[in-house]
């Protein structure tokens, strides 16, 4: 289809018209209009500005109209390197004297196991053209998953267990090969630079630092700190389960008969739960 595809354009009230596929360039199975063509197309001198209209056409029916805007030159500033999920960006964008700055917030999607984030629009008001410019950027971000070592399946966070240490591998991942630093209870495990963005670690050859009732796990590049906990008695995780789930009421009135028996009844199971995985 993109063989038969006319294009006409209107830029600065001159008129032409080429076929789509002298203007774009192809990334796998995706096309991307590459503004150099486009511009070399329409006339656009070297550093000027420009606001172009097309119009595509397939088999002289319209498909859709557009306004293009291609900027001789912008810059993009971020407040950071690096960011982790929810963070608050602060970007500046500067179009020659033109300077605009906006905030948002980093949003990292886990897509086949691994950290993508979010695009973020970045817009600037043109004079020049007297017209808004939108690109997207998608910030480099630092994050992890948790991966059994046997299913390679990724675990959630808040089933993590000392118990189970010798299954959990945990994977680091960071659009950035800086220095990735991982500590256990504040005290640092080691001190590589990356080779690559993917960096795996085997939590069972650090059983021993796993002392605390409560271990903080802490990754940290560019002084950016992603951190998770794991448990180290099982008696505290399945208090932890059941305060979720009972209500602690003081027995009186309104604290019928029926609701505490209920909550004892579920008490019960909890102790059951737990003595039969402390004599396995």
Not at 103 to 114: C, F, K, P
Not at 129 to 137: G, K
Not at 214 to 237: A, D, G, H
């Amino acid at each position: 289809m993109i063989n038969e595809v006319c294009v006409l354009s209107n830029y600065n009230k001159k008129y032409s018209q080429f076929l789509l596929k002298e203007i774009v360039k192809k990334e796998d199975n995706k096309l991307f209009i590459c503004h150099e063509k486009l511009r070399a197309k329409v006339g656009v001198k070297e550093n000027d500005t420009a606001k172009i209209n097309l119009k595509f056409m397939y088999k002289y029916d319209n498909i859709f109209e557009v306004d293009i805007i291609s900027l001789s030159s912008i810059k993009v500033t971020l407040d950071s390197k690096i960011y982790t999920d929810k963070d608050l960006i602060n970007i500046e964008v500067k179009y020659k004297d033109e300077v605009s700055s906006q905030q948002d917030t980093v949003e990292v999607y886990n897509i086949n196991d691994l950290l993508v984030p979010k695009f973020i629009p970045v817009s600037i008001y043109i004079k020049e053209i007297e017209s808004y410019y939108t690109q997207y950027i998608k910030p480099d971000v630092l994050g992890f998953v948790v991966r059994d070592k046997y299913s390679e399946k990724t675990l959630d966070i808040d089933s993590l267990h000392y118990d189970n240490i010798e299954r959990y591998m945990i994977e680091i991942q960071s659009s950035l090969n800086k220095n990735i630093y991982v500590s256990i209870n504040d005290k640092r495990i080691d001190e590589t630079e990356s080779l690559t963005t993917i960096k795996t670690i085997d939590l069972s050859e650090y059983k021993e630092r796993f002392k605390l009732v409560t271990n903080e796990i802490c990754i940290s590049q560019l002084n950016k700190k992603v951190k998770f906990t794991i448990l180290k008695n099982i008696e505290n995780n399945i208090y932890f389960k059941a305060n979720k789930d009972l209500k602690w009421y003081e027995i009186d009135e309104i604290y019928s008969k029926e609701n505490l028996s209920q909550d004892i009844n579920y008490l019960e199971n909890v102790f059951k739960s737990y003595d039969g995985m402390r004599n396995k």
